[in-house]
């Protein structure tokens, strides 16, 4: 049987990196496990802040060595900002619980503006703080603007010494009661435009910080913070006028990357409780996993779930292999957030609908997931946010192939310099890709991977032939459904990239597009629905449907690697 790709605590051993970070893996996991099952459980249900967490990290020194740049490690081999190592970081937390994950993930926004700075002492003094033990913050969206860097309300007034008075609130701001420092956006009270950005950083110990309130019922401390005249010296300064805007984005770019292995890691440990409750049971004198819709469902899940971890696996080479010649990130970025997330939810429903009423019980991780799997798909801008801004990408991507060195699998440890780097926020439209074709090609042996090349073809027909209009170019709602047609063609790309860089299971790559054949036909169904559709649209959308190539032999054998889940994983009690 094919090796299972999840995380198994039981069996982790991340030989692909090197020592320092092996340690630091495996000292994590070590950490949860030992810590148990029950302790986990009881701290969430209680909202119990997660000091001994952040207790530990401090003493492993685990953030300082993930999340310190190798320029500012004053010669610590074990720093660097790495993007797989990262990532592995993000399954880790995640498998054990959003709340663990997301004070770390607030820590790598509140760096990005320091990182991106070149204001050395405040680089050095980030440093020093996580190597302390410190947290960080990033202080951007405000409660009546959200994430609306245009409309920031929080103003920093000339104290005709070279400084600034700050003065406003900033909200939804993790990590935001105890950061050592808080990068905040403002605008100055005397430049209009763009010109008047400003990027600083703040102290939340500060007497001018005010910590209003935890604006969220969870273990995460999601603040509502407010400055009242406090001190702006121009050494606190990061960034301003356009690059502070630009520091803005960089950095949600470089964070959001971030909630699509979280999501995977979430989705493995519910299925290992959701599995191994399903194979166990007995219903109407029949195990459950034995009717055959409780298989599809698991089969289902099992294959979407892989197909997460295929893409953000093979995503992260493209992270740390860019550079200003290379910017396809850009494009596999928003998908990580948009795409990846969007399954981890499809994959616990799926689950849910199998197990049922014991997804609310309170000792199990699964109710958890449940809940948390919500969160990561409205974090870091909305899911529609990121498909929008993919559409972006579509005609280049499709039409307009380019050459590029081949990339390979990026776990060598170096350091990921360009994420700090990456310049303005602009271009998007003329980013090139490399022939999308390439990936499908390889893998036309595989039933329903050329079941769905019919239909990306067919995408690529439409665009052609029947391109939206003026007016449909105007509605969102209709090019957010081709949106949707797009982001599987790419979603299937990287999967395809990664499935042969790790030599696959040629069973679960056939099943993954068989799903994948399924998802591309609902939403051809719901393109040809749309008021606004024409009728050639229409019926192309129709045209489109397809239904995956059937083996009963190859989904026996698919189910088989899913029931090897039962029993494979228990939390230590």
Partial sequence: MAES?????????????????????????????????????????????????????????????????????????????????????NEILGFYGLGYWYTWQVTILGL??????????????????????HVMAFGLS??????????????????????????????????????????????????????????????SRHPAYHLVKNVVNSQMYVSEFRLEDYPVTAEDVLHTGKAAFDAALNTVNVGKFNLCTASVGICEHAMYEAVTHAHNRVLYGKKVTDFPHVRRELTDAYARLNAMKLFSDRAVDYFRSASPEDRRYLLFNPM?????????????????????????????????????????????????????????????????PAEYPAVPTRTDAADDTFLFQQGPARGLGAIRFHDWRTAYDAHAGVPNVARFREQADGLCALLLAHAPDQAQQQDLDFLLEIGQLFALVVYGQLILEQAELIGLDGDLLDGIFDVLVRDFSAHAT???????????????????????????????????QVAAISGAYEMQP
């Fill in 5 to 89: 790709l999840l995380f198994n605590p039981r069996t982790f051993d991340p030989t692909q990196f090197d020592e320092p970070t092996r340690r630091l893996l495996r000292a994590t996991v070590d950490w949860f496990e030992s810590r148990g099952k029950k302790a986990l459980i009881d701290t969430y249900i209680d909202r119990s802040w997660y000091g001994d967490f952040l207790e530990f990290a401090a003493k492993e020194g685990l953030f300082a060595a993930f999340l310190t740049p190798a320029e500012q490690a004053d010669g610590d081999a074990a720093k660097r900002w790495d993007t797989s190592r990262n990532a592995a970081l």
């Fill in 112 to 133: 990005g503006p320091v990182w991106q700075s070149e204001n050395e002492a405040l680089r050095a003094r980030a440093a020093k703080l996580l190597t302390e033990g």
């Fill in 142 to 203: 405000e409660r009546t603007h959200g994430a609306d860097i245009y409309s920031t309300d929080l103003i920093l007034t000339p104290d005709g010494e070279g400084g600034f008075r700050a003065n406003g609130s900033k909200y939804y701001i993790g990590n935001g009661n105890v950061a050592g420092l808080v990068s905040v956006f403002g605008r100055r009270s005397d430049v209009e435009g763009p010109e008047g950005y400003v990027f600083f950083a703040a102290d």
């Fill in 336 to 400: 990580t957030k948009m795409k990846v997330t969007t399954e981890g939810e499809k994959v616990i429903d799926l689950m849910w609908d199998v197990i049922a009423a014991k997804g609310f019980e309170a000792d199990t991780y699964f109710d958890k997931a449940a809940r948390d799997i919500r969160g990561l798909p409205k974090l870091e801008g909305t899911v529609h946010v990121n498909l929008a801004l993919i559409l972006k990408f579509m005609g280049n991507y499709l039409f307009a």
């Fill in 526 to 560: 719901e393109l040809h629905g749309k008021a606004s559709a024409t009728e050639e649209q229409a019926a192309w959308a129709l045209a489109h449907v397809r239904r995956p190539v059937a083996d009963a032999e190859r989904a026996e054998r698919l189910w088989e």
